[in-house]
């Protein structure tokens, strides 16, 4: 800190007698959002990716479910790109909510989906909503969907293999046109026409790719966003709610619809016995 | 609506003894927003603490209460701050936002946060929740209109949801605290439930 330097005060010092007297500054308490965005309170002298094992081994008694499990999916197209999820965040074996949002809007030309731990991708997204931003102002254009998502996967390989779960899709429209990234926490990122996160993927990849063409018209693109979503909720137990479909055009998103998925069952059934 | 309502139980256990019957698990952090938080209790006590000293801090420095949904966003990025050693706390923000309509958020234990017209958390929480997504949120239920409910039908709602808890859940008992949020300030009701 400045006023430190000038009175010649050598904080380094400081910090480290105080860690090896109390196993923690007394203000460890205090430091996060508002003073240090790039440390975590971590258990002294302990390893975080031993320590957090405990928390995620089913066989241990202090096992803390956090919201994970879903299913969604991107696909780019002739106009743009089509963002479909569902809605359901399970605790273990309890459904915690039906209501939970998967797409993050980072900006009003980027969408970010949420697969894995629902704190882990809400965080980081958003903090990756402000390194856009930074670079929007730096350099007075819009980040590019390659570097967006090169951002977060950097930052998220810090953390490589202390438990973070985070499988997202960076979706945009910038000046090489459609963009869709897949970023996760253990460092990946690829890019491609179609893609699936989650749980529930397996099931959305058979229906997406069997009706999926580079030439569709924007309303057969949203309807197979749809039923891809709608088939992976039958049959995953971790997928379910709602569908919320977005559509990424040059101009920005634009969100779709939200149709719950008991309400598609009967339509898709009304559909088939039509045949 | 514009009221919320949130009720805890009052005991303290551990496995098969019970420390006090008279913990209220409901802390009011303003006049229009109250956290619950049940878990490890000294977790709970921690966090209430520093969200007090947060929620201070913001008023010395912007001359303002924090609204609900702001105190709802701190606490996530407070809980995610802790993801390597996490506050082993399930909490609930519950108050009225700018408009005056009530609002409930609930939060993981690393801050994953969303806001839900109702929610139970706690030891009976699987209990509860079908129960409120029932007579709440209407679910399963055929052909009913929905009808805006009355602030004396949900207080009694949640008597009722507490004394099924304590019915058949171990941990559940002894006492609910009751507050009702409205615009004109929060009250506090005491019931008793069974004490065994």
């Avoid at chain 1, 929007?136 to 810090?158: D, G, Q, T």
């Avoid at chain 1, 460092?187 to 996160?197: A, D, H, K, L, Q």
Wanted: charged share 25%.
């Amino acid at each position: 800190m400045a006023l430190a330097d000038v009175c010649g005060l050598k904080t380094n010092q400081l910090k480290n007698s105080f860690l090896s007297d109390f196993g923690g500054s007394s203000t460890h308490l205090l430091d996060d959002a508002l003073t240090s965005t790039t440390n975590f309170t971590v258990p002294y002298g302990i390893d975080p990716v031993e320590s957090l094992k405990e928390f995620t081994n089913p066989k241990s008694d202090v096992k803390i479910h956090f919201d994970h499990g879903t299913t969604t999916l991107a696909f780019k197209f002739q106009h743009g790109v089509i963002v479909a999820v569902d809605s359901r965040a399970t605790a273990g074996p309890s459904i915690e909510s039906q209501t939970v949002k998967k797409v993050i809007e980072i900006n009003p030309y980027l969408l970010g989906t949420m697969a894995g731990g629902a704190a882990d991708c809400a965080y980081w997204e958003r903090v990756l909503a402000r390194q856009c931003r930074i670079y929007e102002l730096r350099n007075k254009e819009r980040i590019s969907v390659a570097a967006a998502s090169k951002l977060l996967a950097n930052i998220v390989y810090n953390y490589k293999g202390m438990g973070l779960s985070m499988g997202t899709m960076i979706c945009g429209w910038d000046k090489r046109g459609p963009g869709l990234y897949y970023v996760d926490s253990d460092g990946e990122r690829m890019s491609n026409n179609i893609y699936s996160v989650g749980s529930g993927s397996v099931y959305a990849y058979g229906v997406l790719d069997s009706g999926y063409r580079y030439d569709l018209s924007v309303e057969e693109a949203i309807d197979l966003g749809r039923r891809s979503i709608y088939h992976a909720t039958h049959r995953d137990a971790y997928s379910g709610g709602v569908v919320n479909l977005y559509h990424m055009k040059e101009s920005g998103w634009e969100f779709i619809s939200q149709t719950d998925v008991f309400d598609l069952h009967y339509q898709y059934k009304a559909e088939k016995e039509k045949k | 609506e514009d009221f919320v309502v949130v009720g805890s139980d009052t005991r303290l256990s551990q496995g098969f003894s019970i420390f006090t019957r008279d913990l209220p698990k409901t802390y009011k952090l303003t006049t229009s927003t109250v956290l619950g938080a049940c878990g490890f209790h000294g977790d709970v006590l921690t966090l209430t603490k520093v969200l007090n000293a947060r929620l201070k801090m913001f008023e010395h420095e912007h001359h303002k209460k924090m609204t609900t949904s702001e105190i709802a966003a701190m606490l996530s990025t407070m809980l995610y701050h802790r993801r390597f050693f996490p506050y082993y706390v399930y909490n609930l923000i519950a108050g009225l936002d700018e408009e005056g309509k009530g609002v409930v958020y609930s939060f993981d234990p690393v801050g994953s946060y969303g806001s839900d017209g109702y929610r139970a958390r706690g030891s009976a929480a699987a209990m509860l929740q079908p129960l409120l997504d029932n007579q709440i949120g209407l679910k399963n239920q055929q052909n009913v209109q929905r009808v805006s409910l009355s602030k004396e039908k949900v207080v009694n709602l949640v008597k009722d949801v507490f004394i099924s808890a304590a019915e058949r859940d171990i941990y559940t008992g002894d006492a609910v605290v009751v507050h009702v949020i409205t615009k004109d300030g929060t009250t506090t009701e005491r019931f008793p439930l069974r004490r065994d």
